[in-house]
């Protein structure tokens, strides 16, 4: 019988009720105590959910009940990280019921863009067709041991903090060339369009320093997601058995510190739900318009130094000025449309300060050369002899 038809039920065998006067102006009707309608019983009834008593527990405490700090302080560490250690994300997948507030609460406290997430929810499946299993992962950046998108960028747009272990972005040393989203296995840096920069999580450091936990762990109605303090060397000998999340890249690419804990036996062929979905990415116009002119530009100087080799120097004579030329200019214009793919151009020069580690910043440097060697030498240009006075000034020198 539905919920209607208990409504109805009640009614009928409820025995009726004489028709009230109507109230006079200015008076108050009082209702029996202990009196409450049908559908507040109706929902009283219902189970209460765990976003339910997420919120319950707020009410409390600005109540006078319970302090939230309570309810947070077994999600924080009690120490800061020690030398050897650092912060970390520990997520209990049993807890995790794929609600996304952890995603709601992070998207608002940091002012996100609409279509940005620093923190998503996934879902991975697996097992046989008898016995299939589910399981919602939450998923930020893991602040890894060796990140490949502080290695990766040019600009030194990324620092790892000494004390912390968090991988902190610099959004004003960032000129958009998103060259750490393509580095980083995990896809956890994300590309503002609007801002033309590239920006990640950064474990909430602020909040943190306050003694405060982060926006994802307070947000968390099952207690999901907490902030542990772990040895750098465990985490290196963890990642060399390659347990992490089934379907995610190995971790010893970048030695990821977040762990992922559950009580149950996953199957070894989970995968991500999308796992075999074909997305179309970006085109990225620019760089492949400079590939094309780099391209050229290397050809025009390979044809060149090949007719050398080839054809008598009488013959060549007459082509060589077009051949560095169109050599130099293929590599002038691939240089300027690189600048293009940046979300801010004007930042450009910037894009050699990582030289030390970014195979970016090494293939810039060596455009230049290559851009350089294109034009051989000023007489190259010119395939008249010099001048006479030249050669008369010459010749007594020589003598």
Known sequence: MTASGNVFALESEAAPEPVPAPPVAGATVASPAGASSLVDRYLEEQQVTAVARFAEAHEAAHAGGPALAERYSALMPATPPAPGQQYAFDVDLDACSGCKSCVAACHSLNGLEEEESWRDVGLLHGGSRSLPVVQHVTTACHHCLDPACMHACPVEAYEKDPDTGIVKHLDDQCFGCQYCTLACPYE??????????VRKCDMCSDRLADGEAPACVQSCPNGAIAIRVVD??????????????????????????????????????MVPADYHTVRPEQAHWSL???????????GAFLVERLLELLVPGALTASIRPVHSASALVFGLLALGVSVLHLGRPRYAYRAVLGLRHSWLSREISCERPAASASDRSPRSWSPTPPPTWCAATARPAAA
């Open 188 to 197: 956890a840096p994300k590309y503002s369009r609007d801002k033309g920069i």
């Open 288 to 298: 492949i318009l400079m590939l094309a002119l780099t391209q050229l530009s290397v």
């Open 232 to 269: 750098v060397e465990q985490v290196i000998e963890e990642s060399e058995t390659h347990l992490f999340v089934p379907g995610a890249p190995e971790p010893a690419l970048t030695l990821p510190t977040t762990a992922y804990r559950t009580e149950r036996v996953l199957p070894r062929n």
